[in-house]
Nanobody, 124 residues
Framework: QVQLIESGGGLVQAGGSLRLSCATS????????MAWFRQAPGKEREFVSA????????YYSDDVKGRFAISRDIAKNTMYLQMNSLKPEDTAVYYC?????????????????WGQGTQVTVSS
């Protein structure tokens, strides 16, 4: 069973930065892409960013484009999300997810494995 382990969340002031990490427990399982989603209280889970594992093509939601940067380290089996210029509206639980097969990159339902989530709180 693949496990995803997130870290790096916390409390930061508006305009600050955080770096999230997502490590996978299995090195050899196939993956098409990995992604970050977030869910704020009372809201649905929403797509934030994704990266295709083999060619590292990046995808971003309009809300975070230009402020967040996704990356991955194949040797470490880890994905990262560098979050800069954070805003209070970025406050949410952030989840990493793995998609094993090619399908729409922003659809949460197409991801097979999920992490437990890490809280990001941005104060004004």
């Amino acid at each position: 069973q693949v496990q995803l382990i997130e870290s790096g969340g916390g409390l930061v002031q508006a305009g600050g930065s955080l770096r999230l990490s997502c490590a996978t427990s299995e090195r050899t399982f196939s993956r098409f892409a990995m992604a970050w989603f977030r869910q704020a209280p009372g809201k649905e889970r929403e797509f934030v960013s994704a990266i295709r594992w083999m060619d590292s093509r990046e995808y971003y939601s309009d809300d975070v484009k230009g402020r967040f940067a996704i990356s991955r380290d194949i040797a470490k089996n880890t994905m990262y999300l560098q979050m800069n210029s954070l805003k209070p509206e970025d406050t949410a639980v952030y989840y990493c997810a793995v998609k094993q097969y090619a399908s729409p990159i922003t659809a949460a339902g197409d991801y097979e494995y999920w992490g437990q989530g890490t809280q990001v709180t941005v104060s004004s």
